[in-house]
């Protein structure tokens, strides 16, 4: 009995578990939110870690392992996506091999990871497997499918669909093509707006176009 968790902590665990959930499907993308940006934007998380019980976190941290059991289905739509284009006609598709690090890059190996020295003997942050395993495999290989697919789906939306939004012109220009669907057929083309005609991410004639004119909409 001893080894058991206190009901009060498991209780208190779950009600707060029940509050990140309701605050998830309230949550909306801030406005001006930039990948490449560092500022304000930034997540907080070490002064709730530091004040969570044990249970709570070994809940949490075996969470972040489920994920991995949509690898198969997050692969197969990657690839779906990369043969819808490949039928089309793509070429120069970056591979998912160029979204994943090189493996020489890594800071640590097997015979130099660092690790810590918790109280427990059985903590695995203790073994440098641990932290391989981890920091040098799960994580980027994890960002690399998700960006990789990522990646696809922004290709397919530029071809098919050369409209402009607000995420546009700072969100997909990774996956700029040299021409959209649109832009092929004349008689099309004359109808887009011109902002959309002349945006270098899916028209590579305009390419060299000063970058404050194509976020014109954006600060509108």
């Not at 994920?67 to 793509?90: D, E, K, N």
């Not at 203790?126 to 990789?148: D, H």
């Not at 990774?174 to 083309?189: L, R």
Request: aromatic share 14%; with cysteine.
């Amino acid at each position: 009995m001893c080894c058991l968790p206190n009901p009060y902590t498991v209780k208190q665990t779950a009600s707060t578990t029940l509050n990140i959930i309701k605050e998830i499907l309230r949550m909306k993308a801030c406005d001006q939110c930039n990948t490449t940006s560092h500022g304000e934007d930034r997540v907080f998380i070490t002064n709730d870690f530091k004040n969570a019980s044990l249970w709570y976190r070994l809940t949490a941290v075996s969470l972040i392992y489920l994920p991995i059991f949509t690898w198969p289905f997050v692969l197969a739509s990657a690839w779906i996506t990369y043969l819808h284009l490949r039928m089309l006609g793509a070429k120069n598709i970056r591979p998912l091999s160029s979204f994943l690090p090189d493996p020489k890059s890594h800071r640590y190996d097997m015979k130099t990871q660092i690790t810590m020295q918790p109280k427990s003997m059985l903590n695995p942050v203790r073994a440098k497997t641990f932290w391989v395993a981890n920091c040098t495999w799960y994580c980027p290989y994890s960002v690399g499918l998700f960006e990789w697919h990522s990646y696809l789906v922004k290709v397919v939306e530029n071809w098919w669909c050369p409209f402009q939004h607000e995420r546009k012109n700072t969100h997909y220009q990774s996956g700029a093509i040299n021409q959209s669907f649109w832009h092929i057929y004349p008689e099309a083309a004359v109808k887009l707006h011109p902002e959309d005609y002349e945006n270098p991410i899916w028209n590579s004639e305009f390419k060299g176009k000063d970058q404050a004119e194509t976020n014109t909409l954006n600060k509108e």
